[in-house]
């Protein structure tokens, strides 16, 4: 089963709480909440003040995005915030293994985000100790961006690394997610999509939803 989680990114920020319901009932899995700090990528987006406003606004697990420099410092803000997954870059972490225990020590779901440039190799040891592995497949930062290739040969490499050291291992896939890739990302071995304007562009969330949940076959 592939699931998804929308990227807020992309929603219309001046009506977020009633768009987070209409994830809510259009079958989204997870809500993605991308957090950026105008250092580890260029742009700003969201922070603490938002994902605990919009809290109250579904029950769906959120899955919060850490695009920051050194995420430590924040980790214990957004567990209060209401985060439910953390994801923490590989890159932007030199004590990556003590930030991922520090996650799980607040029962919180543990994840590691990989910048297509940066090889699943770098995180093999890791595997067995998080909760989800994030393959980016566009260079973060941004939505609506077009998916990278090279990306998918990834996404099988930490398959076959889940078979060996973590068979619950969630797979997620995030950017450049639309209904024409997302058989073929699920079929390399992922088993969450994240897709922002996939969702979004026309304020079909609902469709769009459906259409790329059909779209897996
Ligand atoms: C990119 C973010 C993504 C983004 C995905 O930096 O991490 O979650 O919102 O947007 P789409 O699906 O439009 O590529
Ligand atoms: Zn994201």
Known sequence: MMKLSPSILSADFSKLGEEIKALDKSGADFIHIDVMDGMFVPNISLGLPVIKSIRPYTNLPFDVHLM?????????????????????HYEADKHIDRTL??????GK??????????PVCNIKDLIGLVDMVVIMTVNPGYGGQK?????????????????????????????GIASNNIKKVFEAGSNVAVAGSAVFKDGKIEENIKLLKGSIG
Do not use: C, H, Q, W
Not at 68 to 88: C, K, L, Q
Not at 109 to 118: C, D, Q, R, S, V
């Open 68 to 88: 920051i420099e050194e995420p430590s410092r924040y980790i214990e803000e957004f567990v209060n915030a209401g985060a439910d997954i953390i994801t923490v």
């Open 147 to 175: 998916f990278i290739d090279y990306t998918l040969d990834k996404i099988k490499e930490v398959k076959e690394l889940s078979k060996e050291f973590n068979k619950d291992l969630l797979i997620e896939v995030d950017g």
């Open 101 to 106: 225990n520090y996650i799980k020590s607040f």
């Open 109 to 118: 779901k543990a994840a590691i985000a990989l910048n297509p440039g940066t």
